[in-house]
């Protein structure tokens, strides 16, 4: 019996001793198993806390070059233009900048960023964004993954008000304001809305990324703003005809320094334009704001020298003027290319924009007021070819580490961007001219002689700039 119970006893220690290792592990398994998981949930919730900061970061550098755009419309368009007119037309050509703003907000938001980025076919998107419908926090990650698609729908606007302001510089001082407006609501939708779907727009026929048929490099807007705001100009001023007295009576800038505080702030504001582009906060960013100021230096060193070596002078006027001719063809290309090219491509510009503006347009006589296509037309053309020659992957691998532009082995690409401006130059020459029939049968586009001898400013809007009376 006693043997019987001391044996009971040992086959309970041996039970108890061999199971401790065994439940040593089971509580280690399961202490690793906790920490394992807390290190999860630790790793999963700074991976989270830093998306939302790029995000934050994302979105508040886009708002910020958003603010940017629209600056470069109202004060610096309309201040660099303003100085550029008589006196008594200041009024009404800030006017035209102004009310832009505002017409095509409305424009935009009703239809206009619909037809642009909503999915339809090659070249004009659909109505699924109409009334911005669907357009809230949420990113499109086809466009911008990390900014809600409210303020990527924000900044794309400022462009379409900046591009039709850009066309008033080549019929001030003598277009009624009524057909103005009307000419700038029908050119919004039947030229600037299709050009820019085809180059930014999902499935548009010249988009690089999105299933464009003929891949074309367009960074910030070199064929969807300035080919056809610039081209379009020239077509108005052919139309329009010249103002009266041009070319005999002199008629200088009543202001230059109004056109150069203008010119400072539209420096500072293509910022905004060209490295805001690249629709995040990163490094992408920092190479398209480098090309943008190398370019505009080089453009306005470009333009002077070559007014130095023919006037034996450098004009203020001459160097704002080249500085704006280096941000247009710059604009294209800004975030393809390093800072060489681009002082390469600012250079080019100068030089080429000046002798359109001083030699072609005097050669052919054409009255563009303020040189809207001699800078914008001109230079956005050649920025837009010289980007198929300058852009480069290490810059921007667009096609998926393939080579890109000339210099980096892609030939190609200058077929391209040679195709994008043909359509670019296209649209805006057929559409521009049929709008401006149907403007001038409806009301009627030029002012009186008497309104244009009395100045717009008084014969438009019942005002004047400046009063000079003690």
């Known amino acids: 019996m006693q043997r019987n119970v001391s044996r009971l006893m040992l086959g309970l220690v041996l039970i108890c001793v061999l199971n401790v290792p065994a439940g040593f592990a089971q509580s280690a398994q399961a202490s690793t198993a906790a920490v394992s998981s807390d290190v999860q949930v630790r790793i999963t919730r700074l991976e989270q806390q830093a998306s939302d900061s790029r995000n934050a970061g994302d979105n508040a550098w886009m708002l910020t070059c958003a603010a940017l755009v629209l600056m470069m419309t109202g004060p610096g368009l309309a201040l660099f233009y303003g100085g550029l007119v008589r006196k008594k037309n200041v009024l009404a050509t800030m006017m035209q900048s102004f009310i832009l703003m505002a017409v095509v907000t409305v424009l935009w938001a009703v239809f206009g960023y619909s037809l642009v980025f909503h999915e339809g076919n090659r070249f004009i998107g659909s109505f699924g964004y109409l009334f911005l419908h ?26 379409a008000i900046i591009t039709p302001a850009l066309i008033t510089g080549a019929f001030a001082e003598r277009m009624k304001f009524k057909a103005m407006l009307l000419f700038m609501v029908l050119w919004t939708i039947v030229v600037y809305n299709p050009m820019a779907h085809m180059v930014w727009g999902k499935g548009g026929l010249l988009n690089a990324t999105l299933g464009g048929t003929i891949p074309t490099l367009d960074f910030a807007g070199g064929t969807v703003v300035h080919i056809t705001s610039g081209v379009s100009a020239l077509v108005c001023a052919l139309y329009l005809g010249k ?8 008629m200088p800038p009543h202001s230059v320094v109004l056109s150069v505080i203008g010119a400072c702030m539209l420096w500072v504001g293509w910022f905004g334009f060209n490295a805001g582009s690249a629709l995040t906060a990163g490094s ?15 453009a306005a060193i470009g333009w002077s020298a070559t007014e130095w070596l023919a006037k034996g002078k450098a004009s203020v006027l001459g160097a704002i003027s080249g500085a704006v001719a280096g941000l247009v063809a710059i604009t294209p290309a800004a975030g393809f290319v390093g800072p060489m090219s681009a002082l390469a491509i600012g250079a080019i510009a100068g ?41 480069v992957k290490a810059i921007n691998p667009i096609f998926k580490g393939a080579p890109v532009g000339l210099i980096d082995g892609h030939p190609g690409q200058v077929l391209n961007q040679l195709a994008g401006v043909a359509i670019a130059w296209t649209l805006a020459v057929v559409g521009t001219l049929v709008i401006l029939k149907v403007v001038d049968w409806a009301v009627g586009l030029r002012v009186t002689e008497d309104q244009e001898v009395q100045g717009l400013d008084l014969s438009q809007h019942g005002e004047e700039g400046y009063n000079l009376e003690v």
Request: net charge negative; aromatic share 16%; charged share 10%.
């Open 134 to 159: 669907g357009v809230g926090a949420a990113p499109d990650p086809d466009y911008a993954g990390t900014i809600p698609q409210q303020t990527f729908m924000v900044y794309q606007l400022m462009f």
């Open 243 to 250: 103002r009266l007295g041009f070319p005999k009576e002199p």
């Open 284 to 298: 992408l960013a920092t190479s398209a704001f480098v090309a943008t100021h190398f370019g505009a230096a080089a």
């Open 351 to 391: 030089m080429f924009c000046y002798l359109m503006v001083m030699r072609v347009k005097s050669k052919f006589g054409y009255d563009d007021s303020l040189d809207a296509f001699g800078v914008h037309g001109a230079g956005g053309t050649l920025g837009a070819i010289l980007t198929g020659f300058f852009a």
